[in-house]
């Protein structure tokens, strides 16, 4: 039977409400504290396993890793292969329960960091802050999923349906080869709790939950033009490098009057020879989508400016966009499992626990709720800063709340 997330928002609503000043699980305080330094120790076991996206190798390395950590807590394992791009494995876990709702678990094994990484930043702790590539995020809410359910596993937890755990190679990418797994699992899930991480305490001063993350797409503007010799014939040619830069300059603020809709455009290549007027280039923009539809109406607008001006005679310009993940909106449901959040962290002597609004960044929280039958969630991951950056990392005191919130909420979400 699918659940509406009207309905369940509705359910969790009243029977949250009711739970709202209960006093702390001591049972699940005290594993989670006891579990930290297991938590400190996958993190570094995985952080010195460099799994940029497009490192197959590693990224096999960390799979096996954190298939055999699943298989050592009963689930039932497989790897399958992202569908696109660099071709690593997606591992996917299944636990089944005694009855009750089916939960959805996700995090990413790729980092964006390059191969060779751990020579310049390697795994390092300075006070409260643990550092290394890729340890927010998102090892950081692996290392969460997996020590959460160890403690449930140790106590016997099995009141719910299903339980699944998917670990995807290509995030960090767009997700492009695990998107629709993700999704089509989503849609047979009652519950999808995401684990990217939270911003770190000098960031937000709270750590927190996400309620809103942008789509995502890719922005192509292409020119066409004619090829001469640059020194002896070039009024023969057509430069299309320079009607690129045309176009690029009168596109520059089209999304501003699109709601919904970012655009930046971020690279470009023009020409093959230094004595060759330029037969061809290419810009490509990131696009940021908050909006349904806002895509489709962005790429009307461009294509209504591109044809608005020419600086090049006789050259020919073409825009299009490639769609990536759904935005993100975590809609009443989610809220409801928000505000649950917040009333589980308060019963860490009134830890407060920050709802923020919506991001530019993305995730597959997108993916998951693309069907609209399932209650998303997302920042389940450790507190962290400097993720696609410098010296990435993870706030220790952020590991028992956010180990004991992810056990609580998945002990009330189970038998719901």
């Known amino acids: 039977m699918a659940f509406h997330p009207t309905r369940i928002a509705a359910a969790l609503g009243l029977a949250f409400a009711l739970a709202a000043q209960a006093a702390p699980d001591a049972r699940l305080k005290a594993a989670a504290e006891a579990a930290q330094p297991a938590v400190i120790e996958s993190l570094r076991q995985m952080v010195a ?18 298939e055999g950590r699943l298989k050592a807590l009963g689930f039932a394992t497989e790897r399958r292969k992202a569908t696109r791009g660099a071709g690593a494995d997606i591992v996917v876990g299944t636990w089944k329960g005694g009855g009750g709702r089916n939960i959805l678990l996700l995090a990413h094994m790729d980092t964006v960091y390059t191969a060779g990484i751990l020579g310049s930043q390697p795994y390092k702790q300075d006070g409260n802050r643990l550092y290394g ?125 699109v ?35 806002a895509e489709v109406r962005l790429l009307a607008a461009l294509q209504e400016k591109v044809a608005s001006s020419k600086l090049v005679p006789e050259t020919e310009t073409s825009v299009r966009l490639e769609v990536g993940r759904p935005p993100y909106v975590a809609g009443e449901a989610g809220l409801a499992l928000a505000k649950r959040a917040q009333a589980i962290y308060a019963e860490l002597d009134n830890r407060p626990l920050m709802l923020v609004p919506g991001t530019g960044g993305a995730t597959d929280a997108g993916y998951a709720g693309s069907s609209g039958k399932a209650a998303v969630m997302e920042s389940f991951g450790l507190a962290g800063f400097g993720y696609h950056a ?26 719901q």
């Open 133 to 257: 590539p890729g340890i927010a995020d998102d090892k950081g809410g692996i290392a969460v999923i997996l020590h959460s359910l160890a403690i449930l596993r140790e106590q016997g937890w099995r009141d719910f349906g299903t339980l699944t755990v998917v670990f995807n190679p290509d995030e960090e990418v767009g997700s492009l080869g695990s998107g629709e797994l993700i999704a089509e699992l989503g849609s047979r899930h009652d519950y999808v709790l995401s684990f990217e991480p939270s911003a770190a305490k000098d960031v937000y001063k709270q750590e927190s939950l996400l309620l809103a993350a942008a789509g995502t797409a890719t922005a192509f503007l292409e020119v066409k033009g004619r090829a001469s010799h640059a020194g002896a014939a070039p009024e023969l040619g057509r430069n299309a490098l320079i009607e690129l830069s045309h176009q690029i300059l009168q596109t520059r603020d089209v999304a501003k009057g």
């Open 259 to 293: 709601p919904g809709a970012q655009l930046n455009w971020t690279t470009s290549t023009g020409g093959t020879a230094r004595n060759q007027i330029p037969e061809k280039s290419v810009a490509v923009g990131d696009v940021r989508i908050t909006a349904v539809g």
């Open 390 to 415: 410098r010296d990435e990392y993870i706030e220790i005191d952020s590991i028992v709340p956010r180990l004991y919130l992810t056990t609580r909420l998945l002990t009330e979400l189970g038998r």
């Open 49 to 66: 396993i460099e799994s940029g996206s497009l490192d197959v190798a590693g990224l096999a390395k960390l799979a096996d890793l954190t």
